[in-house]
């Protein structure tokens, strides 16, 4: 399954590629990307397991900028 999100709030181009980078290394994800000009995220998963990647990737964000909302 591959699915795109708004984001809200993404600062700097920078946050974005260290989410993008976290993003990649979730277990089940084949492909994403977080774009600071379009404040867009990218997932690519597995069907059966993509709640739970979206839920970590979400964590990830929160990590690297807290600020920064996931629009579902």
Avoid: H, R, Y
């Avoid at 994403?32 to 979400?58: G, L, P, R």
């Amino acid at each position: 399954m591959k699915k795109k999100f708004k984001l809200q709030d993404l600062d700097c181009a920078n946050c974005a590629a260290k989410m993008e980078e976290a993003i990649k290394k979730i277990e089940g994800v084949t492909d994403a990307s977080v774009s600071f000009m379009t404040q867009k995220m990218m997932i690519e998963a597995d069907d059966d397991i993509f709640d739970s990647v979206v839920e970590k990737a979400v964590a990830c964000i929160a990590k690297v900028e807290p600020d920064c909302v996931v629009v579902m």
